[in-house]
C-alpha cells in the first residue's frame, strides 16, 4: 500500500510566483499508519517518477535533494527538498510519496519538469531586428527553461531600449507548445513605446536651491556631447520618481517638512523632451524637541547624547534616517534583532515639529545556526571565516551588516548579490542565513601602452582573487590571492608572482610570498639597475581600520654605470674622496645581496581605494637592511606618507597628500643608489621630470644622484564635468636634502598644473592626465619647463 505525502504542489507557477511550503505528514489511508510511523526509518529506495516529458536529467534532480537511499526519513528534510527543486527553476509541480518496504520507507518523487528550450521569438519590435535581440536576451541553447533566466531576459531587452533612448518600453512573454513534447518556444511581445531622450531639465517654483543644485540630485541627466560614451539624456521610467523622491528629500533635509512636486515631460521633437519639475517648496521648519516613547529595555537618557536631530534645529530628514539607524543599532547589537522604531512628527507651533520616536523591542536572541548557500566554487570555511557571528553568541543585527560587507570587500561574488539576514531559528535564537552568487574571480591582460616612463609598453597578467594551491587543475575556491605579470617596455622589463593566504593558520593573519625580476634603465640615463630576489611578509589587522604588516625582503642589485671615472676629475666632487663622478661605475656599479627587515603602520578610512572623496591614510614604515639579518648594503630608512580627503560642494574634492622620509648608513658608509632619495614625475612633482630633483652631479653627467632625505606636500582639487570625467587643479612642494635626518627647507621645489581624471570602462581605476610647470626651481637644470604626465590613479 502506498501513503501519499499531504504537500503535494499542482498550481501552476508563473514568473516570480512562489510555492508555499507547509510541513509533511504521511496520511495513512486505511486509517493504520501516521506520519510518526516513518520518522526516522531508513530510506531504502528514492525514485522519480516524470509526470510528462523527461527535460531534466534524474542525476541533476537528485543533486538538488537531501533525501537519498540510506538516510533517515525526516519530513523536514522533505520540505526542505520540496523548496530547493522548486528554487532551482527546473521544475512546475513536485509532490513526495511513500510506502512501506519491510522496516523501511520507499520515497517516490513525482516531478512535472519545465518545458526544454524550443526557440525564441519576438512580437511588437520594429526598432531592433530579432536577431539584434536574440543575442541582448544572452539566453544559451539548450536545458530547461527557467523563471530566472527569461527575467533577465526580459531585462536585458528593457535595458538595451533604454540605452538608445526607449524609457517606456515593456517586455512581457509567453510559452508557445511545439509539436516536440516536453520542448515550447518562448514568445517576448514588446511594447517599444516612444522614443525620449532629455534635452533640457528645468524646474519651476524653486526659490530656495538653484537649477544645478537640484540637478545634481538626480541621476537622469541632460544629453551632452559625451552622451555616446555616459548614456547621459537616456533614462528608465521610474527612474524619474526616483529623482523626484531624492529632490523632495534634498528640500526635507534642508528643513523644507511640506515640500511637494511632480515631474511633466514636454515633447519638443525628433524624439526629445523637456523634463519640466514643479516644486512646492513649502516653509522651513525647526525641530522644536525630540523625545521618546514608551521604553522598557534602555532608557531614553542612553540615546540622547548619540542623537544629531536635536532640539532647536532645523529639521532635517537624513539626520532623522541617521537617528533611527542608530536607535535600531543600539538594539540590534545588544540581542534585539526585532527592534522597530517610528518617528511621529507633530506640530508644535508655527513652522515648529515635535519628534518622538517610538520603539517596538521585541525579544532578545542568540544565535542559532549560521547557513551558507549560492557557493558552487568558494569552499564554505572561506565564507565562514568572514561571518563575525557565530552559534550560541548573542544576535547582533550589526554584525550582520559588518558581515555582508566583508564578503562583498572579498569580490568574490556577483554585485548585490550578497544576502546575510537573520531567520527565526528555535526558541530564544535567530539563525544566520548567508546568500552568495560566485562571480568570476579570474582575469586574464594583455596589451601594449603607453606610459610617461616608457614610450611603448607591452604586457601579460594572470590574476586569481580565489586562488586554493591545493586544489590542482582547478586552483580556484581557497580564497587566496595569485597574480603574476611579465611587462616588457622601451625602458624596463619585469617579472613577478605572488600567492597571499589572508587566514595563514586559520586566523586572521595574512601571508604574502612574491618572486620578483626587474630590469630598469627609466632611473637615468647612465645607469642601469637590475633587482631579482623573493620577500615574504605577515600582515595583522589591528581593527577594521587599521592594520601591522611585517617583511623580510632578500634580493640581488646589480648597477651597471657607463660613466668612466678616469674621465671625471673634480675636486669638489661629493662622491669617492671627491674626485670622482658619483654615477661613475666605481662609485656606484657592482653587485649588491640586499637583506632587509621592513615594518608599516597602516591606517585607512578613506571611502574609496578608485576615487576617494571622505577620510585620510596614514602609512609609516620603518626598514633595516643588513645588521643581523646579513647582506651587504646596511641602510636604515624611515617613511611617512599621509593622505586626507574632504567632500565639498558640487561634489568637488579636495586632497593633501605628502611624504617625508630618509635614509641613513648603520655602517657609516655611502648611501647606495637604489636607496637614495628622488622627487618628480607624476606621483610626486609632477612639473618636473621623472628622478629630477634632488642632488645633482654637476660639471660631469648633469644628472641627479639622490639623496638621503625628502619630503612633499602635494594640493588638489578636483570638480566633475560629467559622471566619468573630474578636471583637477594642483600644487605640489618638496625637497630632496643631501643628508640624512635633514628636514631642512632651504631648497624648495614647486609646480602648479592643471588635469583631467577619467574613468574609462576598460580600467577599474581612473586614468590621471596632467600638465604641470615649474614655479620655483632652485637648480637651474631641474627646470625644463612644463611637463606631461599620465598614470593610472589609485591610493598608496
Known sequence: MRFPTNSSFLMPRGVGQFAALTSLSVLALAGTLHAQDFEGKNISEVTIRYNGAKTVDEARLRNLMASKAGASYRAENLDNDIKSLYESGLVDDVRFLAEPSGESVKLIAEVTTRPGWGGVGFLGNSIFTDQKLAKETKLKSGGVMS????????????????????????VSHRLQPTSQPGVSDLIFVIDEGAKNEVRKIRFEGNNTFTDPELRKEMKVKEKGWFSWLTKSGRFESNQLDTDL???????????????????????????????????????????????????????????????????????????????????????GSRGYADALVTPDIRDAGPNRVNITYRVTEG?????????????????????????????????????LDTTKARLENLQYFTKDSVQVSGAPGGSGYRDVNVLVEEASTGKVGVGVGFSSIDSIVGFLTLEQANFDLFNPWNFTGGGQRFSSSLRAGSERSEASISIVEPWFLDQQLALGTELFYKQSTYFSDYYEQTNFGAAISLRKPLGPKSSIKGEYRLEKVKIDSEVDSNDYKNENFPGDNGDNSALSEKNIGGDFAR??????????????????????????????????????????????????????????????????????????????????????????????????????????????????????????????????????????????????????????????????????????????????????????????????????????
Open 147 to 170: 523563471d530566472a533566466s527569461i527575467l533577465e531576459a526580459r531585462r536585458n531587452i528593457e535595458k538595451y531600449y533604454q540605452g538608445y533612448g526607449y524609457p517606456d518600453v515593456t
Open 595 to 796: 637583506s632587509a627587515l621592513a615594518v608599516n603602520y597602516v591606517y585607512n578610512s578613506l571611502d574609496s581605494t578608485e576615487t576617494a572623496r571622505r577620510g585620510h591614510k596614514i602609512d609609516v614604515g620603518l626598514t633595516m637592511a643588513g645588521g643581523l639579518v646579513g647582506g651587504d648594503v646596511d641602510t636604515i630608512t624611515l617613511s611617512m606618507q599621509g593622505q586626507k580627503y574632504w567632500n565639498l560642494k558640487w561634489d568637488s574634492i579636495l586632497s593633501i597628500s605628502g611624504e617625508l622620509a630618509s635614509v641613513d648608513s648603520t655602517q657609516g658608509d655611502e648611501i647606495p643608489v637604489f636607496e637614495r632619495m628622488f622627487l618628480g614625475g607624476g606621483r610626486t612633482l609632477r612639473g618636473f621630470e621623472f628622478r629630477d630633483v634632488g642632488p645633482r652631479d654637476k660639471g660631469y653627467t648633469d644628472e641627479v644622484y639622490g639623496g638621503n632625505s625628502l619630503g612633499y606636500v602635494s594640493v588638489e582639487y578636483t570638480i566633475p564635468i560629467i559622471e566619468t570625467v573630474r578636471a583637477a587643479v594642483f600644487s605640489d612642494t618638496g625637497f630632496v636634502n643631501s643628508d640624512s635626518w635633514d628636514i631642512g627647507v632651504n631648497e624648495i621645489y614647486s609646480d602648479v598644473g592643471i588635469g583631467i581624471r577619467l574613468h574609462l570602462p576598460i580600467s577599474p581605476l581612473p586614468l590621471a592626465l596632467d600638465y604641470a610647470i615649474p614655479v620655483a626651481t632652485p637648480d637651474d637644470e631641474a627646470d625644463k619647463g612644463g611637463q606631461f604626465n599620465f598614470s593610472l590613479q589609485t591610493t598608496f
Open 245 to 331: 523622491d531624492a529632490i523632495l528629500d534634498y528640500y526635507r533635509s534642508k528643513g523644507y517638512l511640506r515640500a511637494t512636486g511632480k515631474i511633466n515631460r514636454e515633447a519638443v521633437g525628433d524624439g526629445r523632451t523637456d523634463l519640466v519639475i514643479q516644486i512646492n517648496e513649502g516653509d522651513k521648519y525647526t525641530v522644536a524637541g525630540v523625545g521618546f516613547g514608551k521604553m522598557t529595555v534602555f532608557k531614553p537618557e542612553e540615546l540622547y547624547p548619540s542623537l544629531t536631530l536635536v532640539g532647536e534645529t532645523a529639521y532635517n530628514s537624513k539626520k532623522m534616517r541617521d537617528d533611527i539607524t542608530m536607535i535600531r543599532s543600539f538594539y
Open 363 to 399: 525579544s532578545r536572541f542568540r544565535v542559532g545556526r549560521v547557513n551558507i548557500s549560492g557557493n558552487t566554487k568558494t569552499k564554505d570555511k572561506v565564507i565562514r571565516r568572514e561571518i563575525t557571528l557565530k552559534p550560541g553568541d548573542q544576535f547582533n543585527s550589526v554584525e
